[in-house]
Structures are given as structure tokens and as C-alpha cells.
């Protein structure tokens, strides 16, 4: 990893509604990271989203909704690249080379497409089933070295990691041949999640917090207003138990470790931390003070929102910058990586990027 650059690579769908989970599982995290000593591309994914058929009209409002929330939680575009998918044409052109270079047996292990497809398998898209591959090829275009992931999926970043190591061994010649030293691509690294890295629903801690909940009291909205917010903290499901003093005493009590694990997200701490405040406390101490915290923390996200979305063009001319900027970095993977396979490419006057 010595011989890469630290680049830290992630990305959002844009299929409507982010709740709480996306926000403390994945942005929160993208504005923290922007302090390290890193360049930062976070990518509005949707090539990924029409996996599965998306209202054209909706989906170009997503994808401004998403681009809101970025910089509404405080993603800054001039320190970090925030652009979407589809305007970088390498991720897909890579994504080919890359399903040349993937196995039929590693996506078959691939257990999320098993989870979306459910029974009728047949009708499913096949972007549904190779979309892992073009994830690798949203990673490797900029050969991050580092990228943010929850637990559903580790699984796709392990088939990134194996896609690099194979190209660097399948063309280890010509890589070295081509001035690239004995491997080209990295070998991605996980960046884990903190205390609360899977938020679960308000109605069921058994249950991933979800867009798709039938209940839109099991989510909080990152368009929620103040008033909202605060009734589904007071609303979420509990025990009839105090908080425990130690982390231990929240085993087999999903809502309650649930919901310290947001506090403690929110707060900046641990969930040692917030028992250390709050342990022995009954819920209708704890639920104000999480209902407090919630609300400061994420109704000016969501006012932030409105406004940015009130002004489509803005967002439009951020991911049209980011887009070029992502672009210059992936064009000049794309290009070494026709060079290292053996195509023949037009010469650089022949050929623009931006």
C-alpha cells in the first residue's frame, strides 16, 4: 500500500428517502474524513440504482437529494469531489475489463444479489447481479487505497480486493513492462464503522433501518423536520428495563443498544460513554435527551436540504465540477489499464477528458 497514494473512495444510491442510517452509517463519516491527509471522492452512485427500474423523473430528483445531503451535512465540493456516477463513462467502460477479469463462481457467492432477487431470480437484471463488479470498477478507476463500509457490504469490497489482485497478477508482465512497477492496482482497505455503523429501526432493533419500511415512524428522514424527528424518538420501540451500566447489560435488547449506539454516534462518543451518563436511567429520561441531541443534529441538515434543492442548478454545476475532476483522475487509470491489456488507443491529440 506504501507505493499508492492515500485516496479514500465512497458512494450513496440515490433511491429516495435518506434516513438516519445513511446519514451516521455513511456521511457523517465523509465530512469527518475530510480532515484526513487524503483526497476524498464521494460519488451519487446511479448506475447502481437502475439495477432495479427507476422512475426517470424520480430518479434525477434523487440524485439532487443526495448531492444536497452532502453538502448539507457538510461535505465541502472544493475539498472533496462530489460528483455522480454516470457522468464518468470509465466507471462502466473499466467495469467490462473488470468482468473479464472477475470469476462466474465469485459473484455466485455474492449473497446481497441473493437477498434482493428473492425467488424470482430469472427476472432479475443482470446489472443486479454483476453490479459488484462495477463497484470494484467505481473504486479502482481512482485506485483508492481505503474505502468506508457497513457490514452489508464487506463482502463486495473482499470481490474489489480479489478483482485487483488477480489483474496484477494475470498482467504482472506488462504492468512492469508499462512503468508501473509489480502491481497497478491497490489492494483496497475497509474503513470500519464506529458505534453506531448499522442503524436499526425505531419499530424493530432486529431490523436494518429502511426506506422501504412500511412504517415511516421506523426511519428518521434526513428531511424530517424538528417536530418530527423528536415525536419518532419519543415513539420508539423499548423495554420496560432501565439502561444498563455497562455495554454487556445491552446483549439480547436490541431496541435499547439501538438506541444508545445513535446517541453515541451522534455525540461524538461511545456506547461505554453514554451508559456512563445514563446507566440505571429509565427510558423517559434517556428518550428527551436523544430526542435533544437528534434534533440539533439533524433539523438543520434537513433545512439545509430544502434550500440546496430549491436551486437544482447549483447542485447541477457542483456535480458537473466534480464530474471533471473525477474524470481527469479516471481517465488516466482507464488509459494504463488499455495500455496493460493490450489495446490500441487514439493518441492523446486525438482524444479530449473533461
Known amino acids: 500500500m506504501a507505493a499508492f497514494k492515500e485516496l479514500v473512495f465512497s458512494g450513496v444510491q440515490p433511491t429516495g428517502n435518506l434516513h438516519l442510517g445513511n446519514y451516521l452509517g455513511a456521511i457523517k463519516r465523509f465530512v469527518e474524513m475530510q480532515d484526513r491527509e487524503a483526497q476524498c471522492l464521494y460519488c451519487v452512485v446511479d448506475l447502481h440504482a437502475i439495477t432495479v427500474w427507476q422512475d426517470p423523473a424520480a430518479l434525477r430528483s434523487q440524485i439532487r437529494e443526495v448531492t444536497a445531503a452532502f453538502l448539507a451535512a457538510g461535505i465541502d465540493p472544493a475539498r472533496s469531489i462530489v460528483f455522480n456516477q454516470s457522468q464518468v463513462p470509465q466507471h462502466a467502460e473499466l467495469a467490462w475489463i473488470f468482468n473479464c477479469v472477475a470469476r462466474l463462481g465469485w459473484l455466485n457467492r455474492m449473497t446481497q444479489f441473493k437477498e434482493k432477487a428473492g425467488k424470482d431470480r430469472e427476472n432479475a437484471s443482470i446489472g443486479l447481479y454483476a453490479y459488484p463488479v462495477l463497484m470494484a470498477a467505481d473504486i479502482l478507476a481512482y485506485r483508492a487505497t481505503h474505502v468506508p463500509v457497513g457490514e452489508d457490504q464487506k463482502q463486495h469490497l473482499e470481490l474489489t480486493r480479489d478483482i485487483a489482485q488477480k489483474f496484477n497478477t494475470?498482467?504482472?508482465?506488462?504492468?512492469?513492462?508499462?512503468?508501473?512497477?509489480?502491481?497497478?492496482?491497490?489492494?483496497?482497505?475497509?474503513?470500519?464503522?464506529?458505534?453506531?455503523?448499522?442503524?436499526?429501526?425505531?419499530?424493530?432493533?432486529?431490523?436494518?433501518?429502511?426506506?422501504?419500511?412500511?412504517?415511516?415512524?421506523?426511519?428518521?428522514?434526513?428531511?424530517?423536520?424538528?417536530?418530527?424527528?423528536?415525536?419518532?424518538?419519543?415513539?420508539?420501540?423499548?423495554?420496560?428495563?432501565?439502561?444498563?451500566?455497562?455495554?454487556?447489560?445491552?446483549?439480547?435488547?436490541?431496541?435499547?443498544?439501538?438506541?444508545?449506539?445513535?446517541?453515541?454516534?451522534?455525540?461524538?462518543?461511545?456506547?461505554?460513554?453514554?451508559?456512563?451518563?445514563?446507566?440505571?436511567?429509565?427510558?423517559?429520561?434517556?428518550?428527551?435527551?436523544?430526542?435533544?441531541?437528534?434534533?440539533?443534529?439533524?433539523?438543520?441538515?434537513?433545512?439545509?436540504?430544502?434550500?440546496?434543492?430549491?436551486?437544482?442548478?447549483?447542485?447541477?454545476?457542483?456535480?458537473?465540477?466534480?464530474?471533471?475532476?473525477?474524470?481527469?483522475?479516471?481517465?488516466?487509470?482507464?488509459?494504463?489499464?488499455?495500455?496493460?491489456?493490450?489495446?490500441?488507443?487514439?493518441?492523446?491529440?486525438?482524444?479530449?477528458?473533461?
Do not use: C, W
Not at 420496560?240 to 446483549?251: F, N, Q, T, W, Y
Open 170 to 354: 494475470d498482467f504482472a508482465g506488462s504492468i512492469t513492462a508499462h512503468g508501473h512497477g509489480e502491481v497497478f492496482f491497490p489492494v483496497t482497505e475497509p474503513l470500519i464503522g464506529g458505534p453506531a455503523a448499522r442503524v436499526m429501526s425505531l419499530r424493530d432493533g432486529t431490523k436494518k433501518m429502511s426506506k422501504s419500511d412500511a412504517s415511516d415512524n421506523a426511519r428518521i428522514n434526513l428531511t424530517d423536520d424538528a417536530d418530527a424527528i423528536a415525536q419518532k424518538v419519543r415513539r420508539a420501540k423499548t423495554d420496560p428495563e432501565p439502561l444498563p451500566s455497562e455495554v454487556a447489560g445491552l446483549k439480547d435488547r436490541p431496541e435499547a443498544d439501538n438506541l444508545v449506539g445513535i446517541y453515541a454516534a451522534l455525540a461524538g462518543t461511545t456506547r461505554e460513554g453514554v451508559l456512563r451518563d445514563f446507566g440505571g436511567a429509565q427510558f423517559s429520561t434517556f428518550k428527551p435527551a436523544l430526542s435533544d441531541l437528534a434534533v440539533s443534529s439533524l433539523a438543520p441538515i434537513a433545512a439545509e436540504m430544502r434550500r440546496l434543492t430549491a436551486d437544482p442548478g447549483h447542485i447541477d454545476a457542483v456535480l458537473a465540477d466534480g464530474a471533471a475532476r473525477a474524470e481527469q483522475i479516471a481517465a488516466g487509470t482507464l488509459d494504463a489499464v488499455k495500455d496493460i491489456v493490450g489495446f490500441v488507443r487514439r493518441g492523446p491529440a486525438l482524444r479530449t477528458v473533461g
